[in-house]
């Protein structure tokens, strides 16, 4: 059973840059894409972006001039820096697998296994 | 920017059937996922799709679309099944990746 979990270093200050890393468990981090989702609190859910296992990255839009996201592949790991925060960043900050289909005529993607959130809040 | 849009909530009474809309521009091009969203919890996904359901997902949960609209069904409804529910896409050219902004189901 692959399992995901979040950590990082607890609060930031505005301006500052949040990091958080994922550490995967029970399956392999190779063959796959792994994406950072954010939760602010009781609003809904928004894709921050992801990486493949080879590094290569794609960004939401709203979000892609502070954002970077990186891998490590023998640790099994995989990292999110946001960077000049501000209090909307406040939120939970899921990492999550994407599970990719086929179906004529293209791939389709959803996120099938999730870590359990970590709050990062914002704050001066 | 793409969006989805679902209705804020949806209430139906235990053993009934609850239809979960969502609406998005892209739809007749790119699947919607749904996932269920408990209380505190990480998001749990419900419907593949060319698989049937993941793994501990009841065979109530199911999924269609009809032109810019997909619905998720969920029949004989269970106290259980209270949660909030999003859909999940991608845009037209499968770039990016959005959510809706969620349903609160509740049963009566």
């Known amino acids: 059973q692959v399992q995901l979990q979040e950590s990082g270093p607890g609060p930031v200050k505005p301006s500052e840059t949040l990091s958080l890393t994922c550490t995967v468990s029970?399956?392999?981090?190779?063959?796959?894409?792994w994406s950072w989702i954010r939760q602010m609190p009781g609003k809904g859910l928004e894709w921050i972006g992801y990486?493949?296992?080879?590094?290569?990255?794609r960004y939401n839009p709203s979000l892609e001039s502070r954002v970077t996201m990186s891998v490590d592949t023998s640790k099994k790991k995989f990292s999110l820096r946001l960077s000049a925060v501000t209090a909307a960043d406040t939120a939970v900050y899921y990492c999550a697998r994407m599970f990719e289909e086929y179906d004529s005529p293209g791939y389709f993607y959803s996120f099938d296994y999730w870590g359990p959130g970590t709050l990062v809040t914002v704050s001066s | 920017s793409y969006e989805l849009t679902q209705p804020p909530s949806v209430s139906v009474s235990p053993g009934q059937t609850a239809r979960i809309t969502c609406s998005g521009d892209?739809?007749?091009?790119?699947?919607a996922y749904w996932y269920q969203q408990k209380s505190g919890q990480a998001p749990v996904l419900v419907k593949y799709k060319v698989t049937e359901r993941p793994s501990g997902i009841p065979e109530r949960f199911s999924a269609s679309t009809s032109g810019t609209t997909a619905t998720l069904t969920i029949s004989g409804v269970q106290a259980e099944d209270e949660a909030d529910y999003y859909c999940q896409s991608a845009d037209s050219s499968g770039t990016y990746w959005v959510f809706g902004g969620g349903t609160k189901l509740t049963v009566l």
């Open positions: 029970g399956g392999p981090i190779s063959r796959h894409y």
């Open positions: 892209a739809l007749p091009e790119q699947y």
């Open positions: 990486i493949y296992y080879s590094g290569s990255t």
